[in-house]
């Protein structure tokens, strides 16, 4: 009988080995941290620091590969300039959070915008917080409701305990700013005062009556710093202002629509309660970044180049006007760079006249710019400016919603007009949407 040698054997197994590494990918070629951006992985230990571990199916990127996972902070590269000048990453419906414990009592059945907590969040560089706040069980509560009423059904967690994960950061970290832009719904007299000083908040307000209010620049970050005005809020309800001090958002900031319209490709228009995004009058930009209905797994597509091209088009509609914020859901996801890297661009363009942050130099003349590679744009361990000890975590997947559960949701949104969607879910998902000015 025919037998192959020992060597035979050697090189049948080497050649099926060579083929698999040409069709899939092998892990051997780095781990253990040593991974860098767009490099095939195993496990969130093989990449380098501020990246993780993903992947993207829906651009047919399905083999997990390394991610930015967080932000370079433009402040540690150019700093001294007026707050407005920068470009900072929102997450809309911060405390929207997949896998957020039960507090109420049943099933929750609303929709989820983010992966980890707002703690996470803000370590990996996420420097504005959407939040909306209600009325609930004689507390302010963050619900993720619809007819500006919460229901146990759509509540997260009294609004008190997300406000203080915003104190202990700026506690931990003296050097940064938060923006907190508050959905209101809270009618108890003084209750948003109330919260924020509950949190230890009230020590780090930027008083509303030093903030521009015909489109002038806001005081530099530094001096921002030095008197500790590190939390600027904002509200939807103009009433709040002269009750509580409280700035009305749309007095000091201009926005284009949420939801649907503005992931639209190559438009960026005003939101209705804004002035005209060309406005001069107001000295602040916010971008909305997200489409109605959330959908996980969509976001990687959605942070790849559609948000450069809105990026870009909302500049053009603002009159040359870079969004001072960008709003998105499921801040991490991308098919590489993602949000981070528009951030990255459009802080290049603004503070340095490079085409990243990560080319400006300090004390040099605009344009003159660094030689920088795509390999060494993102955070690594020799450009650690502005970066967190926090890690990179993805908590998991928003749970199936119950079909019973669904028809009880859409007997109440429905009588009130909600416009047709579609979500990602075990099951397709029609009629649903809040009447949120966040979506």
């Known amino acids: 009988m025919w037998r192959r040698s020992e060597n035979g054997y050697l090189i049948l197994l080497l050649s099926h080995l060579a083929v698999y590494c040409l069709l899939f ?16 992985c195993a496990s969130a230990a093989d990449c380098g620091p501020g990246l993780y571990c993903g992947n993207c199916p829906e651009l047919g990127k399905s083999q997990p590969f390394c991610i930015r996972g967080q932000t370079i902070e433009p402040t540690s590269i150019i700093s001294g300039l007026p707050f407005n000048k920068y470009s900072w990453l929102v997450t809309h419906n911060a405390f929207s959070i997949v896998n957020a414990p039960l507090l109420t009592g049943p099933q929750r059945i609303t929709f989820y915008n983010q992966e980890d907590t707002v703690t996470n969040q803000l370590r990996n560089g996420v420097r ?9 069980e004689n ?3 963050l619900c993720h409701s619809f007819r500006g009423q919460c229901y146990n059904f759509t509540a997260f967690e009294p609004a008190v305990n997300t406000l203080k994960e915003v104190e202990a950061f700026l506690s931990a970290n003296p050097t940064e700013i938060v923006t907190i832009i508050i959905e209101d719904y809270v009618h108890s007299p003084k209750g948003l005062t109330r919260v924020f000083a509950d949190a230890g908040l009230d020590k780090y307000w930027f008083p509303v009556s030093k903030m521009p209010r015909k489109g002038d620049d806001w005081p530099t970050v530094n001096d921002m710093v030095k008197k500790n005005y590190r939390l600027l809020v904002f509200t939807s309800d103009s009433s709040k202002e002269a009750a509580e001090g409280i700035a009305y958002q749309w007095r000091y900031m201009v926005e284009n629509e949420p939801g649907d319209p503005g992931v639209a490709p190559g438009s960026c228009s005003s939101r209705k309660e804004s002035k005209p995004l060309n406005s001069r009058s107001a000295s602040l930009f916010l971008m909305n970044y997200f489409p109605t209905v959330a959908v996980q797994n969509g976001a990687c597509k959605e942070h790849s180049t559609q948000l450069v091209d809105t990026a870009a088009a909302c500049y053009k509609a603002a009159g040359n006007m870079m969004p001072n914020y960008v709003a998105v859901n499921f801040y991490m996801r991308s098919d590489g760079g993602g949000v981070f890297d528009v951030l990255d661009q459009m802080n290049g363009r603004t503070l340095c006249g490079c085409p990243t942050v990560t080319a400006c130099q300090a004390g040099v003349h605009f344009g003159v710019c660094k030689n920088i590679t795509a390999a060494n744009a993102a955070p690594t361990a020799t450009n650690t400016g502005g970066m967190f000890s926090g890690s990179v975590q993805l908590t998991g997947h928003a749970s199936a919603i119950h079909f019973s559960s669904v028809l009880y949701l859409f007997s109440l949104s429905s009588s009130y007009g909600v416009r047709i969607g579609t ?3 075990r099951i397709p998902l029609r009629h649903v949407r809040d009447n949120e000015h966040s979506a």
Do not use: H, K, P
């Open 25 to 40: 990918t092998c892990s051997a070629a780095c781990s253990n941290g040593n991974c860098q951006l767009l490099e095939s």
């Open 423 to 425: 979500v990602y879910t």
């Open 128 to 136: 504005g917080l959407m939040l909306d706040m209600y009325d609930f």
């Open 139 to 141: 507390d302010i509560w």
